[in-house]
């Protein structure tokens, strides 16, 4: 290990050397603060129903009553309750400047028993209807309310598309027709074939998404409509979609109409999307498409309404190791789920590197190397917990402050999940399987428990200093000196222009740190996280703070 680290830090100086020059012309009238870029962006994942109950007068619908295993059943979060928190400046605080909802589309009225206990979709992942929002998140008032909200204070906001497979079957909620769906056979997940055209698990109808027949509506959808009264409207829509694109009357358009809806009636940033690899590759090609076309016409429309100008697409390839770059292996065929596709992954190997490289270089250095080739034009998503992954970087919560410094400071775009900043428990008594990764917010502990709180306050620091600098996430990584650990970020793309440097695991105190990389002599340089100012002499920038780290950057 000892000959790993002298070559790293070896390489490390070298490239820091190399970029010294080129980083000079970065002036700091250039530097742009609270520059965007997705490759770096600071997102929040919640489950809508667990986050924020901001009106309880949608708790129950479709008389969903009946007793739940723990944690299984609608505890009456929604899209209220995520506007109060935006208008709080709860997000703004933590840096947060994308946020990712679970699925808010209307959601199979009965319930079922997994083995578990009876179970609602409280989730958002069982869909009924595309294209009604489910009254237990809200209405369409509630999300266009959410969208500008966030958009006023630089907010962008992520929904969750699912075009695999509809709600399970239950007394209440009858099987799509065979035109639309299979039901069998189960997936076994040994071959590209036996993942892809096959259930995911029992009872959860398999959307036909290889197929090009044009088929009718299913009719418990015209049933619905007609006695909501809006089956012409409906209808009319679908036909003008497809004259207007051309696309065949196939199961996977009908559903791409219906998700782009969202963009072209709210002007939503982005799509996360679920179970990619459970479909046919050139399915994420054609929603790509069906997705710019739809982000343009809402901004034609709506030209000051928008934060980017691209929308934004990240999938979930369940076990995508960002290491292997675009490629995903099934054992017998490999897929490039990037390229006309999507702007990012899902990283599923971040919270092992997280614990298994031996300290942050290693896992900086890492991520900044494979970003720089493998994956370079786009991006990794990374996460240490999230809400159906039973092995956590830290399930319980014993080094919470080491895996929110981890996730914020790795280059790479950083996935929060709700809790992660507040310790919010990972490991529910009662509760069995995911149910455990999905409790309520622990807003309680936020304003009685003093861990909590300092846990909480280590979190905006980190997180607005990532918003601030997109160079954090999305720029170069280089190390200064490997003890005391200090090293730079620096990004000079597409018009941002930003440079800061980090130090970690300091000695408490006064602390004497090499700065020249980025700093000249004379400049006085602000230590974000102690909200301290000191002046550059001789190349050093001397520190004093009862904190271990230092997160630099120009000051005013």
Request: hydrophobic share 35%; glycine share 8%.
């Amino acid at each position: 290990m000892r000959i790993y680290i002298t070559i790293l830090v070896a390489i490390t100086f070298f490239a820091c050397k190399t970029k010294e020059t080129k980083s000079e012309s970065v002036k700091s009238e250039q530097i742009a603060k609270k520059s965007f870029t997705w490759e770096g962006a600071n997102l929040y994942f919640l489950l809508t129903d667990r986050f924020n109950n901001g009106d309880i007068s949608n708790d129950v619908n479709f008389d969903r009553t009946a007793n739940t295993a723990k944690l299984r059943g609608f505890e009456g979060g929604d899209l209220k309750g995520i506007t109060a928190k935006i208008n709080d400046g709860y997000f703004s605080k933590l840096g947060i400047n994308a946020i990712w909802l679970t699925p808010i589309v209307e959601q199979v009225h009965g319930k079922v028993d997994e083995g578990t206990g009876n179970t609602y979709g409280f989730h958002g992942y069982w869909t009924k209807d595309w294209t009604k929002i489910d009254p237990n998140f809200g209405t369409k008032e509630d999300l266009q309310e959410l969208v500008k909200t966030a958009h006023e204070k630089g907010i962008r906001i992520l929904l969750d598309a699912v075009i695999n497979h509809t709600g399970p079957v239950t007394d209440k909620d009858p099987v799509w027709p065979e035109t639309w769906v299979r039901t069998s056979p189960q997936c076994t997940y040994d071959t590209y074939k036996n993942t892809v055209s096959c259930t995911l698990v029992k009872n959860l109808p398999d959307i036909k998404t290889e197929s090009n027949e044009e088929v009718a509506l299913p009719p418990q959808l015209v049933s619905k409509w007609k006695e909501e009264g809006r089956y012409e409207a409906e209808v009319k829509e679908l036909n003008e979609f497809f004259e207007k694109t051309g696309f065949p009357k196939a199961p996977r358009f009908y559903i791409m109409k219906w998700l782009t809806d969202y963009i072209r009636e709210y002007g939503i940033d982005g799509y996360r999307v679920d179970t990619v690899k459970h479909v046919e590759e050139n399915v994420w090609q054609e929603f790509r498409k069906a997705c710019d076309i739809a982000f343009k016409e809402y901004k034609t429309n709506h030209p000051k309404n928008q934060l980017e100008d691209e929308f934004y697409l990240v999938g979930e390839v369940y076990n995508y190791n960002f290491s292997s770059g675009k490629d995903f292996s099934f054992g017998d065929k490999t897929v490039n789920y990037f390229d006309e596709a999507f702007n990012s992954l899902i990283n599923f190997e971040f919270k092992w590197n997280a614990k298994q490289l031996p300290n942050y270089e290693a896992l900086f250095s890492r991520y900044d190397s494979i970003l720089e080739t493998k994956l370079k034009g786009y991006g990794t998503l990374n996460y240490i917990s999230s809400h159906d992954d039973g092995a956590p970087f830290d399930v319980d919560r014993k080094v919470p402050f080491n895996a929110i410094t981890k996730l914020l400071l790795t280059p790479g775009a950083s996935q929060m999940y709700y809790g992660d900043e507040s310790a919010r428990v990972l490991k529910v008594e009662g509760a069995i399987g995911d149910a455990n990764l999905r409790s309520l917010m622990n807003w309680d502990d936020i304003g009685a428990k003093p861990a909590t709180k300092e846990l909480l306050l280590h979190t905006q620091k980190l997180g607005q200093f990532r918003n601030n600098h997109p160079s954090i996430g999305a720029g170069k990584h280089c190390m200064i000196t490997h003890a005391p650990y200090v090293f730079q970020r620096t990004l000079n793309k597409e018009g941002i222009k930003d440079e800061v440097i980090v130090g970690l695991d300091l000695s408490k105190g006064v602390k004497t740190l090499k700065v020249r990389k980025v700093f000249e002599n004379g400049a006085k340089v602000r230590d974000h996280y102690s909200n301290q100012t000191a002046e550059v002499k001789n190349g050093e920038l001397m520190i004093d703070s009862p904190f271990s780290m230092v997160l630099l950057e120009r000051g005013n």
